[in-house]
C-alpha cells in the first residue's frame, strides 16, 4: 500500500491526495464557495482520470475544501462576461467538447466515487454530486435545485441522473419548484445515503472507502460498470454482459485469493490481478 500523501498549500483549484488506496479530490476555491471555472472543469477532468488508471487507487472521494462542497457555475465570471458559459449559443457550443467534462467523466469511470457534501451543492455542483456512485452529507450540508429559479435547466447530467434517483415524479417536483433541500430532506429523498455531523463526515467517507477497497478491485469495477450500463440495457442484455464480466474475473489471482481466504477463515488480501 502506498505511503500517505499530505495535500499542500496550492493555487490549484482542484487538489488529490492519496491515502493507502483512496484518492481525495477537492474542489479549492473556498473563497467563492468553490464554484466552477473553466480551468476547474479541467482539472476536474484531469484528477478524476488521473486517479481512475492509477492502480493503486481503488476508490475516490470528492468533497471541497472550506464550508460547500461546490455552489455552481461562478455567478460573478458570468455576470461579467468572462464565464465559461459566455459566448455559448452564438458559436461558442461547438467549441465544447462534452466528452471531456466533469459529467461525462464520472459518468464513465470505474472507480467508485464518494461525494462527501461538506456543505452547499448547488447548481452545477449538485450534478456533479449526484452522478458519484454513493453521497455522503454533513448536516449542514444543503442541495439546490434552483435551475429553474435561474432561468437554466440542469445542463450537467441532473434531467437524466435525478429521476432515476428518487423517481420521475418526485424529480419532477424537485426541480419544477426549485427547492433547497436539507440533508435530512436529501436523506428522506433518497437522494444521499447517510446524513452525519459535520465533524464526523470525513472519517465516515474515509472508512466506507476503504471498506471498499478491501474487496477485489477488478470486481468492484466490474460491478459498477455492470450497473451503470444496466441503465440502458434490458434485462437480458445486461445478464449476457455480466456472463462476459464474470469469465476473466474467474482467471485473476484474486478469485483464487477470495476463495482460499474464505476456505481458510481469514481477511482476503487482494493485489488488484
Not at 440495457?233 to 445478464?239: G, M, Y
Amino acid at each position: 500500500m502506498p505511503e500517505s500523501t499530505a495535500p499542500a498549500e496550492s493555487t490549484d483549484e482542484i487538489t488529490t491526495e492519496i491515502d493507502g488506496h483512496v484518492a481525495i479530490i477537492r474542489f479549492n476555491r473556498p473563497e467563492a464557495m468553490n464554484t466552477i471555472t473553466a480551468k476547474m472543469l479541467d482539472q476536474l477532468c484531469e484528477h478524476l482520470l488521473a486517479a481512475d488508471r492509477n492502480r493503486e487507487v481503488r476508490c475516490i472521494i470528492l468533497t471541497g475544501k472550506g464550508r460547500a462542497f461546490c455552489a455552481g457555475l461562478d455567478v460573478k465570471s458570468q455576470a461579467e462576461g468572462t464565464g465559461m458559459l459566455n459566448g455559448v449559443g452564438s458559436g461558442g457550443a461547438a467549441e465544447i467538447d462534452m466528452r471531456f467534462t466533469p459529467p461525462t467523466v464520472l459518468h464513465e469511470l470505474d472507480t467508485p466515487i464518494i461525494a462527501a457534501l461538506n456543505g452547499g451543492a448547488a447548481g452545477y455542483g449538485l450534478d456533479l454530486a449526484l452522478g458519484c456512485d454513493i453521497r455522503l452529507a454533513a448536516r449542514s450540508a444543503k442541495l439546490s435545485m434552483a435551475f429553474a429559479k435561474r432561468g437554466i435547466l440542469p445542463e450537467s447530467g441532473g434531467t437524466w441522473l435525478l429521476p432515476r434517483l428518487v423517481g420521475y415524479a418526485k424529480a419532477a417536483e424537485l426541480s419544477f419548484t426549485g427547492r433547497t433541500l436539507t440533508a435530512d430532506e436529501a436523506l428522506g429523498h433518497g437522494l444521499v445515503n447517510h446524513v452525519v455531523s459535520d465533524g464526523d463526515l470525513m472519517e465516515t467517507a474515509m472508512n466506507m472507502a476503504i471498506e471498499i477497497s478491501e474487496n477485489a478491485p477488478l470486481a468492484v469495477r466490474a460491478i459498477k460498470r455492470m450497473m451503470r450500463m444496466g441503465e440502458t440495457e434490458t434485462f437480458e442484455q445486461n445478464v449476457h454482459h455480466v456472463f462476459l464480466q464474470l469469465l476473466p474475473l474467474l482467471r485473476t489471482k484474486d478469485f483464487q485469493e477470495g476463495m482460499m481466504s474464505y476456505l481458510e477463515r481469514r481477511p482476503p488480501v487482494f493485489e488488484g490481478r
